[in-house]
């Protein structure tokens, strides 16, 4: 009888063992797509970065793309073809070494990719519509966008100013920021300067684009706490007519040493730019808890044959307050 236990486990090994498959991760990854993005601003010339995707867990660290041409075309007339040339960024990563039993700081060239740009300065109202091609990919990628004119933003102003209970030495400003939107579908970026490290608020008009991060955002119990460049907005609230915005800071006092003016930026941006932004925030921003609220998010692309974004900005409207 153990004789027999044992021959029968043999053969059940065997089988497991021929029911063994090697599966070669580079069989399954899909083929690479040609990424083009690109943000075009007033008074400079087009530019470009184009490259191509890559299986999540490659090795690859070279996304270059062959023969890159780039034609630019503007208000429907063919302009130009970009210059191209390839650039590198170097990656600091953390390396583990067996002998040392330490890791250190090493660089690699972990992403590379064709920069090309232009001539012609790019203008307000500019529509442009890039073509991009490469020996390496049989379909032309196709990306448009229209250059937005500057907003008209009528005043940026001291509603009061409260000196913090803490007794911290800091106080709080509340701001208004009025303005005079035309009729049609506009998007709007706050980015805070000197002065206005962030802002908050509770403007409705930020409610599109407010980041989830926490419960308290999801449940409407927190403040969107605005900071870094994009703060974006849409006009749907007040589309052709005027509109103030209230927000409030902690800022130095005026008496303080370390008091500066408080400085904000006013720009418009396309419907490209907006939605990336707006996606790309919605992926980047979500926590762990909210996540299993979720689908995955998919992120904003506006490039045909491809994938990316090619998205422009206008010329920034600097607002000051000073309150000396």
Same mark, same amino acid.
């Given at each position: 009888?153990?004789?027999?236990?044992?021959?029968?486990?043999?053969?059940?090994?065997?089988?497991? $063992?021929?029911?063994?498959?090697?599966?070669?991760?580079?069989?399954?990854?899909?083929?690479?797509?040609?990424?083009?993005?690109?943000?075009?601003?007033?008074?400079?010339?087009?530019?470009?970065?184009?490259?191509?995707?890559?299986?999540?867990? $490659?090795?690859?660290?070279?996304?270059?793309?062959?023969?890159?041409?780039?034609?630019?075309?503007?208000?429907?007339?063919?302009?130009?073809?970009?210059?191209?040339?390839?650039?590198?960024?170097?990656?600091?990563?953390?390396?583990?070494?067996?002998?040392?039993?330490?890791?250190?700081?090493?660089?690699?060239?972990?992403?590379?990719?064709?920069?090309?740009?232009?001539?012609?300065?790019?203008?307000?109202?500019?529509?442009?519509?890039?073509?991009?091609?490469?020996?390496?990919?049989?379909?032309?990628?196709?990306?448009?966008?229209?250059?937005?004119?500057?907003?008209?933003?009528?005043?940026? !102003?001291?509603?009061?100013?409260?000196?913090?209970?803490?007794?911290?030495?800091?106080? $709080?400003?509340?701001?208004?920021?009025?303005?005079?939107?035309? $009729?049609?579908? !506009?998007?709007?970026?706050?980015?805070?300067?000197?002065?206005?490290?962030?802002?908050?608020?509770?403007?409705?008009?930020?409610?599109?684009?407010?980041?989830?991060?926490?419960?308290?955002?999801?449940?409407?119990?927190?403040?969107?706490?605005?900071?870094?460049?994009?703060?974006?907005?849409?006009?749907?609230?007040? !589309?052709?007519?005027?509109?103030?915005?209230?927000?409030?800071?902690?800022?130095?006092?005026?008496?303080s040493y370390y008091y500066q003016p408080l400085v904000?930026?006013?720009?418009?941006?396309?419907?490209?730019?907006?939605?990336?932004?707006?996606?790309?925030?919605?992926?980047?921003?979500?926590?762990?808890?909210?996540?299993?609220?979720?689908?995955?998010?998919?992120?904003?692309?506006?490039?045909?044959?491809?994938?990316?974004?090619?998205?422009?900005?206008?010329?920034?409207?600097?607002?000051?307050?000073?309150?000396?």
């Amino acid at each position: 009888m153990k004789h027999i236990k044992l021959i029968i486990l043999s053969v059940l090994m065997a089988g497991l $063992t021929a029911c063994e498959k090697e599966i070669l991760y580079e069989d399954i990854a899909p083929e690479p797509l040609m990424v083009v993005n690109g943000i075009q601003h007033v008074g400079e010339p087009a530019r470009l970065s184009v490259e191509k995707s890559s299986f999540y867990i $490659t090795t690859e660290t070279d996304f270059r793309v062959k023969d890159v041409h780039v034609d630019l075309y503007v208000n429907g007339v063919f302009k130009e073809a970009l210059q191209v040339r390839d650039s590198v960024v170097m990656e600091t990563y953390w390396a583990y070494d067996p002998e040392t039993d330490e890791s250190h700081e090493e660089e690699r060239p972990r992403y590379a990719f064709v920069y090309c740009e232009g001539e012609y300065i790019l203008c307000e109202g500019d529509q442009l519509r890039f073509e991009v091609s490469s020996s390496e990919f049989d379909e032309v990628a196709v990306a448009e966008t229209t250059i937005p004119y500057a907003p008209n933003v009528i005043s940026f !102003d001291t509603i009061r100013v409260e000196a913090s209970p803490d007794g911290d030495g800091l106080a $709080t400003a509340y701001l208004s920021l009025k303005i005079d939107d035309p $009729t049609g579908n !506009d998007y709007y970026n706050l980015c805070p300067q000197e002065g206005l490290s962030h802002f908050t608020t509770t403007d409705p008009v930020f409610a599109d684009f407010m980041n989830i991060v926490h419960v308290d955002d999801l449940f409407g119990g927190s403040d969107y706490y605005g900071s870094g460049k994009y703060n974006m907005f849409n006009d749907a609230y007040f !589309d052709g007519s005027q509109y103030a915005i209230s927000m409030s800071s902690i800022i130095q006092p005026v008496e303080s040493y370390y008091y500066q003016p408080l400085v904000m930026e006013v720009t418009k941006v396309d419907y490209s730019l907006y939605q990336f932004a707006k996606s790309y925030s919605s992926y980047d921003y979500a926590d762990d808890l909210l996540a299993l609220f979720t689908e995955p998010i998919q992120v904003y692309s506006n490039v045909q044959n491809g994938v990316g974004v090619v998205c422009s900005q206008s010329l920034p409207v600097t607002m000051v307050v000073d309150l000396r």
